[in-house]
Structure formats: C-alpha cells, structure tokens
C-alpha cells in the first residue's frame, strides 16, 4: 500500500475547492495547513478536517523583495490572518489596496477585518489565499 | 517555563577570532580567500587571543549555513588539517542564523560533560558570490538567487509557497505591530527606527572589523544632505517593505568568526586573558509563521530568554550588555523588552534618548549588528559573541562601554525560527 502524504493530500484537494487543516484526536487543537503532530500535545494522532474558510485579517504589508516564483506578481498584499478554527497564517490577501503607502496605513488602521479562504492558482499551483469580505 | 537544566560546571571563554566582514570578492583583509582560508584567519586569531597549543584542542565544531555559496559538505572532514587539528573529533553543525550562539552551548556541555578540555567552534559563510569548478575563481551572486537558496531554511512544505515575503513578515508587521501596540504615530516611529539605525552606525563605524564604516551622518553629507533624518526618509532609503525601510535591514557579508571553551581549571594553565564564564543558555524552535495576532509577541523569544537566563539566575536589570539578533532592526525594542532589558513599551524611548548607544547606559548591539558589522548568517553570532568578550575584558577600544559589563546577553535567531541565548559573566 503507498503511503499517504499529508501535503500532498492538501495540495490535491485545493483542485477540489477543499481546505483541509488537521485537527488532534488526543487534545482537539487544530493546525493549518495539515501536519503529522500536534503543536499543543504532541499526540500523533490527527484527522484531517476542512476548514471553515472564515478568518479575520489583523495586519497586511507588501515587500519588495518577494521570492523568485512570486516576482511576477509583485506588488501583493501578505498579511496575518487567524482562522476562525483557531490558527494563524500568512498569505496574500485580495481585495486591499497596495498601490501606495498611504493606502496600506489607512487600511490597517481599520483591522482587523473579516476574510474568507479561496484557492487561487499561483505560480503553477493552487494556494489557499483570504479574501477580504466585504 | 522549558525545563531549564544545569551545568555541573561552568566552562568558560578562553579565546576570540572574528574576520573583517566584508566581500573575498573586494574587501581588502579577505579579498581571495576561500572559505578554507576565511575560517582558518578567524580560527587562528582565537587560539592565539586563548594562547593555547593548538595539540590541547580536544574538538572542533564548525557551522556554514549556504551549502550553495561554499560548496561544502563535510566542513568538518575537508577542514581538520587546515586547522591543524588532524584526527581530531570535528563535526559540522547548524541552526541557521544562530549557529555560532548554538556553539556556545553545545561546546559547554562537550566541557561541561569531562569529554573535552577545550572545544573550537567556527562560524563561516560566503554569500557575496558562488564557487565554480575552479577553486580559484567565483561568480559573484545576485540577491534573488541567494535569497532563492537561503529560503530553503522556512517553512517548503506550505509558507513558502504562499506568497511568502519575507521583508512583511520580519520587518513590516513587527514595526506596524509595536506601534499599534504602544500607540506610536508611524511618522514617529520612521523617527525611532531612524535612532537605532544612527546608533547601529555609529557602532560599526568604530568596528575595524565592520563592513560599514562610516556614519549615517557621513553617508547623508556625502549624498547631499545637510540633514541625516532627511536622508533617511528619501528616495536613497526606500521601504523595503512599509513601514520598513532597506536601511532597516540587514547587509548580507562574507565572514568567518570562531571561539574557544574551555573548562576553568584548563583554562588557567594556558590562558592569560580574563575568563569568561557561560552561566547560561538555552534554544527554542518553532516553524513558520512564529507570532500571531500581536506581532511583537514572540513565544520562542521569550522561552530562549526565560530559560536561559533562569539557568544563569539572573534578572533583566542584571543585563549590562545586551546584542539581539538584528537582521531587522525592530528587533532592538521587541527583544530588549522580551528579555526585561527595558520594560514592556519603553524601548521606543530610550533609543530616541541615545540610551542603547556604547556611552549609553544601556549598550545595545555595539559591534554594528547585522546592517553595520554585516550579517555572515552562520558566522554572525560568533561574531556578537566575539565583541561580548572584548567588552567584558575592555578590549572593545573607541567603542569601549565606559562600565565593563560584568553580565553580557547575546541573542540571536536562526532562519524559519530558531532562537539561541547566551548568559555571559566575568
């Protein structure tokens, strides 16, 4: 029997439209994205659960310096979402405005904010990023 | 709180090497030189600063992180004779970015365990270009490619592969994060970061071994500007990610830096300097992304610097010297307000007082940090522990703390997060 990657299992579900996290069997906690172990407990024991998609934004910036793969995409907002399931995580956020600073400092005066998960495909692959909810 | 183990005996520092940091490829002091030849020069400036017979070096660990710009594995092997220390048991060992405070530790307890009399540990990196087939000759690197390979240390299952930008989430959110939190006007905090980056220049200015020599205030004139604040807000110093801006940020060097701990009673057969003694470390790891909700809330920082200097028995107020790891130099108020250096919200201040300078009384980072001496990632730490001892032994010469701090802290992170701390005293 091959075994299961638990990345490659994420990858191939974003196709899919679904965001799997993993959630531990032993303590509860959830992890987004998916990994082996539970940060909280250490248990080995986890199922893998969608998430709900919901989130709040609480900080966004734009670099630039942004990775290779990413260059062709730049300027993008990346900022800090926590999911609703419990989690942080960092990745580009639609529906901000990154033109100037000014924009990007007026709009962080108002976070945090609502988002919601969406695949997007990025550089060859699909990506879960947030989008701001209007 | 980490369990905070001890020592059953406190090793100490006997000797100190750091090379100019700078470029083989158009620094004078290291123009040409392998990576060989860079650790050698810091190597044997420590065994001759420790005045030991190079037969009494028990064990060497040296720490590279970019295997791609020196063409490495197996540092160990490949530099045992170089050394001069054949035969001898070498490994190569690595936490990114703090590999050569890691060392400290590491190397404590080979001492502290009755293994070893006197371990050598080295830090070397060249990043200024990449070796080619020749060993003579390498090709100077471009930053996207050497930030290419330098991101194979965070997270490559899923961060990296979602938009990851590093300049948002090392230096941006930090800054935006404490001047939220401590309700700090951004045009007020481009002047507070402006004060640490004067105060990092003038420390590298007084550091021969500096990559940058000259002040902010030499650089503004030399570009036109009568005044170094306009300078800095200008088009010559744009964001590199806001409300961070490039000369916020590291320099990436070529460099090598090295150390010898020994325990105390072989030290004081051979060693004339004054003794060093680690009272304390500790290291914390944790992947991407490291903080959440308040981005200057840093759990791994906080569990390097409680449990270290828990094992050390000291306190903030304790501290007379303090380097944090400054690849942004945010980090000068998160970390010395983690660590209890300044209170929580106090930082901010004191660095607009000129407090963290070297005749401040509260010295901060006096070798330049990672933009003014330069960052060699795996080197870097040494090289902090390097101005640490020539602090506390009064060695430090123009930039000299008037009081020799008695306790040193030395702090540092390894890439994708890894955090090191080290509790010195004399």
Known sequence: MMPESIVVNFYKSLAKGKIYGSRCKKCGHFTFPPKAGCEACGAHNMEMKQISGDGMLHFFSSGNLPPMKFAKYHPYAYGVVELKEGPFFFTQIEGVDVKSVEAIEEQNKKLPMPVKAKVKKMAGMNIVIFKLVK | ???????????????????????????????????????????????????????????????????????LYSHHTQMADWLGLHLKPGIHFATACSTTNTGVGLAAMGVASGKFRNVLVIGAEILSSEATDDPTKRKPLDPTTLWYWTDFGVDQAYAYHHSYDIATAYGGLPTLGYAKKYGIPMDKMDEVMYAIHKTIRTHSAKNPKAFIETTLEEEAKKAGFKDPFEFWKSRKNPFLAWPTRVKSALNTVDGASAYIISSESEAKKFCKKELIKIEGFHWSSSNYPWYGKDPTDWAIDKTSFETAMK???????????????????????????????????????????????????????TSGGRHGKG????????????????????????????????????????????????????
Not at chain 2, 6 to 27: D, Q, Y
Not at chain 2, 317 to 335: P, R, T
Not at chain 2, 347 to 355: F, N, Q, Y
Request: aromatic share 8%; with cysteine.
């Open chain 2, 375 to 426: 960052h060699a990632f795996a080197a870097s730490a040494g090289a902090e522990i390097y101005e640490a001892v020539k602090q506390m032994r009064g060695e430090a010469k123009g930039r000299q703390i008037k009081d020799i701090p008695e306790v040193a802290v030395v702090h540092n992170h390894g890439y994708g997060m890894h955090s090191a701390v080290t509790v010195l005293k004399r």
């Open chain 2, 311 to 365: 094992m050390a028995g000291i306190t903030g107020d304790d501290i007379d010297y303090l380097s944090v790891h400054d690849c942004m130099q945010i980090y000068h108020l998160i970390e010395s307000e983690i660590c209890g250096y300044f209170k929580k919200g106090e930082a901010w201040k004191a660095v607009l007082e000129g407090r963290t300078l070297y005749t401040g009384d509260k010295p901060m980072n």
């Open chain 2, 1 to 71: 709180m980490a369990y905070a183990g001890m020592l059953r005996e406190k090793p100490v520092i006997t000797g100190v090497g750091c090379t100019k940091f700078g470029s083989v490829l158009a620094t004078p002091e290291i123009k040409g030189l392998t990576f060989y030849e860079l650790a050698c020069q810091a190597a044997f400036e420590a065994m001759n600063d420790a005045g030991i017979d190079p037969k009494d070096i028990d064990a060497f660990y040296i720490g590279s992180m970019v295997s791609h710009t020196s063409h």
